[in-house]
């Protein structure tokens, strides 16, 4: 099949699906004012596949059929596709400015990880690892729209995973599993094809029922989504220029004795299979993940400068210094996306290595806690954990320094619209060889990146973006790194104990 219009997108969306927001169900989602902007968004995404000078960046030919799909899902394995891969996922975050964190290809890269570890689905029953590897080349080929739920619903953050009654295997029969509870955060569920329920949190032993990996239809039986409130709300692009286009929403999925047929399932009571779902993945997810950030990143660099401009604080040196940091952030930013893509591939080819291997065994440790990555480098995800978070906060520090006041003053379009009003806002706020419309447009663009319900929404988004910052940290403490970085240490001391003796004889 490969890739699909707009339209067709569109068309997949009118089904039985049930979705609530504001305490009513949708009857369609696509009629639905809530819904319309991001759906419009993800329709141009689809259409700009279809454009010559942009099929060629985007996609790659399909092994099914050689029609072309996204590369998105390209399994890399040579030096030349992984940069086939990177310039694409490139492309697509550049036409979004970043501000789509799970725009279909974020997940697409989800669904390559989960394919590529068919040795840690598979290590009890081979089943598991064929079901991740057709559902692979089906979501290539059908080009469909994922969202994903991975998080527990947390009642209280003490509590172990039963009390907050997540997704749980209830019953086991010749068709599939029977899966009760809720999960969060669906982001972009109610304008997606298919729900992925995967791994995050690890599974002690006495907790095999909670864990499960599995893929279905937003439109099952059993299966609803409670949405947050849609901050697009109809508003002009001049007012809201990034919450009327990129407002991707967030939901509550909830299971009701819903009937996963086997063949959507990748992982049923194994909590070994499922605490290293994660980890063992190559690194696609956070490969996409981490262009994602760069491309928020050079273009909310871009918005403080074009901000400074307006203001006629380009000239001031405090905050050349401010916008110059932005810039260096950038470059480093272009070097950890390239040691990303180089530890991925080499990931991405041992896995390859693994599931190919007959004598391949995990070790035994289903307590194995998460993210901690057997053999493999760390460098994407540590960009990802720690890199982005910190550069998304100190962009969000420099867009309030440099906009002040003036991110708060800005009258509408319709103020503009009345000549009367017009004329005088252009004596009073017009900025250095710019009408004050424009100086208006460019600081409406900052506060509706920071300080809108979307802005707001993003800020925390960027900050647990890959879990609970202080989590990761705390993991990377248990790592060996530490043990080794200690032993320079002890060597040092060592070889000057032996030094200083020297030294005292003689």
């Not at 305490?23 to 454009?51: C, L, T, W």
């Not at 952030?329 to 990303?340: H, K, N, T, V, Y």
């Not at 017009?422 to 600081?443: H, N, T």
């Not at 609970?468 to 002890?490: C, G, K, N």
Request: charged share 25%.
């Amino acid at each position: 099949m490969g890739i699909r219009t707009g339209a067709e997108y569109i068309a997949s969306l009118k089904d039985n699906r049930r979705i609530f927001i504001n305490g009513e169900e949708v009857n369609d989602v696509v009629d639905h004012p809530a819904f319309s902007g991001i759906i419009e968004e993800v329709a141009r995404h689809y259409d700009r596949f279809h454009e010559p000078e942009k099929q060629a960046i985007y996609t790659y030919r399909s092994p099914a059929d050689g029609a072309p799909v996204s590369n998105s899902y390209l399994f890399a394995q040579t030096a030349e596709e992984m940069a086939q891969r990177v310039r694409g996922e490139t492309e697509r975050k550049t036409d979004t400015y970043g501000m789509m964190g799970r725009m279909p290809d974020y997940m697409n890269a989800f669904i390559t990880d989960v394919a590529a570890i068919g040795y840690v689905l598979g290590h009890k029953d081979q089943r598991f690892a064929d079901n991740a590897q057709r559902y692979y080349e089906y979501a290539r080929d059908s080009d469909i729209c994922f969202t994903h739920t991975l998080a527990d619903p947390k009642k209280d953050y003490t509590a172990s995973v039963g009390e907050h009654r997540s997704v749980r295997i209830v019953e086991q029969t010749s068709e599939g599993i029977v899966v009760s509870g809720a999960r969060m955060l669906s982001t972009l569920a109610p304008v997606s094809n298919e729900v992925f329920v995967g791994a995050f949190m690890p599974r002690m032993p006495g907790e095999e029922a909670y864990a499960v990996s599995f893929a279905i239809p937003v439109a099952t039986a059993g299966l609803k989504f409670i949405a947050r409130e849609s901050y697009a709300q109809g508003r002009s692009l001049y007012d809201r220029p990034l919450t009327e286009r990129f407002d991707e929403g967030d939901a509550i999925a909830m299971f009701t004795k819903v009937l996963v047929p086997w063949d959507r399932v990748f992982v049923a009571g194994d909590p070994l299979a499922h605490n290293l779902m994660m980890p063992s993945y190559p690194g696609f997810l956070a490969l996409q993940a981490n262009i994602r950030g760069r491309a928020k990143l050079r273009f909310m660099t871009g918005l403080v400068s074009k901000m400074a401009n307006a203001l006629g604080r380009n000239k001031q040196a405090r905050y050349q210094e401010m916008i110059g940091e932005l810039l260096s952030f950038c470059e480093l930013a272009d070097g950890l996306i390239s040691a990303s893509a180089n530890e991925v591939l080499l990931n991405s080819i041992a896995a390859k290595a693994k599931n190919s291997d007959p004598d391949f065994r995990l070790s035994n440790e289903p307590e194995k806690a998460l993210f901690s990555i057997p053999n493999n480098g760390m460098v994407a995800m540590s960009t990802l954990r720690t890199f982005f978070p910190m550069v998304n906060t100190k962009l969000n520090e420099v867009v309030r320094l440099i906009g002040s006041s003036n991110l708060v003053m800005t009258p509408t379009e319709a103020d503009f619209a009345n000549p009367e009003l017009a004329a005088e806002l252009e004596g009073y706020i017009a900025g250095p060889d710019m009408s004050a419309k424009e100086r208006v447009r460019i600081m409406k663009l900052g506060w509706d990146a920071l300080a809108t319900e979307f802005g707001g929404r993003q800020e925390i988004y960027e900050i647990f973006y890959a879990g609970d910052p202080a989590m990761a940290r705390m993991l990377y403490y248990s790592t060996p790194r530490r043990f080794e970085f200690e032993a320079q240490v002890d060597d040092l001391l060592a070889e000057s104990a032996v030094l200083q003796e020297q030294a005292d004889r003689g």
